[in-house]
Nanobody, 128 residues
Framework: QVQLVESGGGLVQTGGSLRLSCAAS????????MGWFRQAPGKERDLVAA????????YYADSVRGRFTISRDNAKTTVYLQMSSLKPEDTALYYC?????????????????????WGQGTQVTVSS
């Protein structure tokens, strides 16, 4: 089992920044690829960013590339999502997820079934 707890959400104005954190506990965090997802009211859940367990491979959705940065600190068993130049359309509940990865380079971008564990989410609201 891996337990995930997100934090860092809140209310921010357009153009502002937030850093989300996802603290993991349980099994060996450093063998899990991680992802940040978001879901806005009435919309489907979308993958925002993902990172391999080595941290060397990342993925970003087109809508956030250049504004968001995913990173991880395996010693602290935490993954981060630095969000800058926030827009009202970034408003959503943000979730982190973990999926066991056999290789250090694996990043799960399309096969979401690879993500075995999910957090409860943290709300991000961007005011216009």
């Amino acid at each position: 089992q891996v337990q995930l707890v997100e934090s860092g959400g809140g209310l921010v104005q357009t153009g502002g920044s937030l850093r989300l954190s996802c603290a993991a506990s349980g099994r060996t965090f450093s063998r899990y690829a991680m992802g940040w997802f978001r879901q806005a009211p009435g919309k489907e859940r979308d993958l925002v960013a993902a990172i391999s367990w080595s941290g060397g491979n990342t993925y970003y959705a087109d809508s956030v590339r250049g504004r968001f940065t995913i990173s991880r600190d395996n010693a602290k068993t935490t993954v981060y999502l630095q969000m800058s130049s926030l827009k009202p359309e970034d408003t959503a509940l943000y979730y982190c997820a973990a999926g066991y990865a056999p290789q250090r380079t694996h990043v799960y971008t399309s096969d979401w079934a690879r993500y075995d564990y999910w957090g409860q989410g943290t709300q991000v609201t961007v005011s216009s």
